[in-house]
């Protein structure tokens, strides 16, 4: 007895995949949900009320009690750290990847004793071998988290900067730290005191092995034109002519490597730019302290490039310091333009190219 013949099976065109779906359209507006998601949930999507979302519906109450299990975590998509087949553009060093300005609360030691409690913008980076993905962020926050009780020394940032290296299996990395530091400064003839505000950075850097210790300040004085000052003076002399010589707010930046074990407290560094250059900007002001102020800058009249220099003499007097680098800008009231200089003291600081905003993020704005 002969078996029957199997009908032949032909590929569906295009014609067939229309007829198919008007009927399909039709049964799904006369089924109900139970019998579509027997049939295939994706079907309920030719409905028109649901064309844009999947059957079934996803709840959109947020889950107060859910709680994740290992399991449940073990199971999470993890892409940032996958493997190197993922890995976009080319295999590359990265010399510096992480997360940069989330703030916290640290306290600060202060040289008469006591401490003070600032707010703190954080950048922290690790270096980022060829073959790896990526980093887990989140984990240089939580280092810092774990030690952002402890009062501020450059021992507990090396600690920080030991437990994130460990954590994200990296050779280099840097952690900076910027904050406002208060001190009060007194007046200079009435005997009143206002709080002045400095500008600070900390740096903690490891590449290849060795590790630096870097404080940037951000200095505010003023600066009188030593040849506007002389001609003034001539004009009085020669012509009995009333004149006055220009000067101008001006922000030095001073960046030193901390050397040794002693310690060079942030009151000491302001200290050193005081003296090198007398004529920082005043908080509280009465009549006589106007005066005294305009007799001050007299007693001290400065070009950018004198002002570098003085830094540096002051600087490089100081054992507690090494490489270090003065950027200067006096912010001209007689010219439209700036005037502007760096001087650098040792290889830690010197580059032959700078950042084109260096310049434009000294002008102080109070």
């Known amino acids: 007895m002969n078996a029957p013949a199997k009908p032949t099976v032909t590929s569906p065109d295009r014609t067939d995949a229309e007829r ?21 949930p994706v079907v309920g ?5 649901r064309a844009v979302s999947n059957y079934p519906d996803l709840s959109r109450v947020y889950p107060e009690h859910f709680e994740v299990t290992a399991d449940y975590k073990a199971g999470l998509p993890d892409l940032q750290n996958g ?15 992480g997360i940069s300005n989330f703030r916290l ?13 600032l707010e703190t913008s954080v950048t922290g980076t690790v270096s ?64 009143l005191e206002g709080y002045q505000y400095y500008d600070i950075a900390l740096e903690l850097i490891e590449h290849q092995g060795q590790r630096r210790k870097i ?54 560094l302001i200290d050193i730019c005081r003296k090198a250059v007398p004529t920082e900007t005043q908080v509280m002001v009465k009549r006589e302290d106007e005066q005294a102020f305009a007799e001050l800058n007299a007693a001290n009249p400065i070009f950018v490039e004198d002002a570098a220099r003085l830094f540096c003499e002051h600087l490089r007097a100081d054992k507690r310091i090494g490489d270090f680098r003065v950027v200067a800008s006096h912010q001209e009231s007689l010219h439209s333009h700036d005037a502007v200089s760096i001087l650098t003291h040792g290889d830690t600081f010197e580059v032959n190219s700078l950042d084109p905003r260096m ?3 000294l002008h102080h704005i109070g």
């Open 215 to 268: 404080v940037h300040l951000d200095y505010v004085y003023s600066s009188t034109c030593p040849c506007s000052l002389e001609l003034s003076e001539h004009a009085r002399r020669s012509r009995n002519q009333l004149a006055t010589p220009h000067s101008q707010r001006s922000v030095a930046r001073v960046s030193v490597e901390m050397l040794g074990e002693e310690c060079l407290w942030f009151e000491d």
């Open 45 to 49: 999507r030719l409905r028109e009320d």
């Open 83 to 97: 493997p190197a087949s993922l890995i976009r553009g080319a295999r590359a060093q990265i010399q510096h990847v």
């Open 128 to 191: 980022l071998e060829p073959e790896k993905k990526g980093i887990n962020m989140s984990r240089i926050m939580r280092t810092f988290y774990r030690h952002s009780e402890r009062t501020f020394s450059f021992e507990v940032i090396e600690a920080v900067l030991d437990d994130y290296k460990t954590d994200l299996e990296s050779l280099d990395a840097r952690i900076e730290m910027r904050f406002s530091f208060p001190v009060r400064q007194k007046a200079l003839r009435s005997g």
């Open 105 to 117: 609360p640290i306290r600060y030691k202060l040289r008469e004793g006591g401490e003070l409690m």
């Open 359 to 361: 310049m434009a993020s």
């Open 20 to 40: 198919a779906l008007r009927i399909l359209r039709k049964w799904v507006e006369e089924a109900d949900d139970a019998e579509i998601a027997d049939l295939d």
